[in-house]
């Protein structure tokens, strides 16, 4: 099926064609290609068996934010802000562009590009483009720290487990930009630091991994690169107790905060979290981060140890039926 802005395209916006291999044959492996150009929606795939190919630049956009007002005057909270959700299995999603252009600031919040509530998907040369909250990898926590539901994209499936992997992607933003309970594995991505409207400190990662998932983030040969003038950027903090992320032979620009890791204002998730670095490398100009990171995080400068693709996502071959060789 072809989505474009040509005659012969089956569709001209993704979210109909999507719609109609809903209810076309659900069980049957389909592809769906995009034909270059901008694409301003906001898509929600709930099934299975999909590749999503983009053929040139396809981008999608759109510009919802947590703090936009639904039809009863209450925010509509972050989990609604998604300009792609996927809520499936067996996904492949390859060369798009997904943007969540509210850009940022007080009156904004959280602005979602892609909301990947998935397991077995596969990401290839894609650029997620956001400011707060831009990446987020399911599953949910039980409850939002302050009671309530997280409410949003109703939500059709819940699988046992959510595993991810992202190849040769960009991903930027500013705060928490990549977070969620997923086991996720990035090889040769770039993660972007952006400017902070408020001056406030940068957070990579934001991981609320479950108690007793042996993995969460980990980050394979990974370039992590900033904004000209952006400095104090902390490689994550942890959204729940459990927390697990790691950065494996990883090469960081001097915009890193030397103490590498936050505990959110709460020294006892100290004692359940597990941040590592296995390899970093840096730039000449920066010192060796040895010595300088919070002494409740790991630091080691080889790789002994260090997690493999297979480890992390044991019980599984996915990746390697996406054309990935194993790692």
């Keep these: 099926m072809i989505v474009g802005k040509l005659d012969y395209c089956d569709y001209s916006t993704i979210q109909a064609a999507v719609d109609a291999l809903e209810r076309q044959h659900p069980q049957r492996p389909e592809t769906l290609y995009i034909l270059s150009g901008v694409y301003e929606e906001a898509v929600r795939i709930y099934r299975s068996d999909l590749a999503v190919i983009g053929i040139g630049y396809v981008e999608i956009t759109k510009g919802r934010y947590a703090k ?184 960081m620009g001097e915009h890193i905060d030397p103490v590498g890791w936050d505990d959110w204002n709460d020294p006892n998730r100290r004692l359940t979290v597990r941040y590592r670095e296995f390899g970093t490398r840096t730039a000449p100009s920066v010192p060796t981060p040895a010595g300088q990171r919070a002494e409740w995080a790991v630091y080691q400068k080889t790789l002994d140890g260090a997690p493999r693709k297979d480890q992390i996502l044991a019980g599984t071959d996915f990746w390697k039926r996406k054309g990935e060789g194993s790692a």
């Design 68 to 251: 936009e007002l639904d039809s009863d005057g209450n925010e509509i909270g972050t989990f609604a802000t998604p300009t792609l959700f996927l809520g499936g299995r067996r996904l492949l999603i390859e060369n798009l562009v997904v943007t969540n252009s509210a850009g940022q600031g007080e009156d904004i919040g959280q602005a979602v590009a892609v909301s990947a509530h998935c397991d077995e998907t596969v990401f290839r040369y894609c650029t997620f483009k956001g400011h707060q909250d831009t990446l987020f990898t399911g599953s949910l926590p039980s409850a939002p720290k302050d009671g309530g539901v997280f409410g949003g994209i109703p939500l059709r499936e819940h699988h046992r487990e959510y595993r991810q992997v992202y190849e040769y992607c960009r991903i930027e933003g500013t705060v928490d930009f990549i977070f969620g309970g997923a086991a996720a594995f990035f090889n040769r991505c770039e993660i972007r630091s952006l400017r902070h409207a408020g001056g406030h400190a940068g957070y990579i990662t934001a991981a609320s991994t479950p108690e007793g998932q042996e993995y969460g983030y980990v980050f394979n040969l990974c370039y992590l690169t900033a904004e000209p003038g952006v400095s104090g950027v902390y490689l994550g903090r942890p959204w729940r107790e459990y927390a697990r992320t790691d950065f494996v032979d990883c090469r």
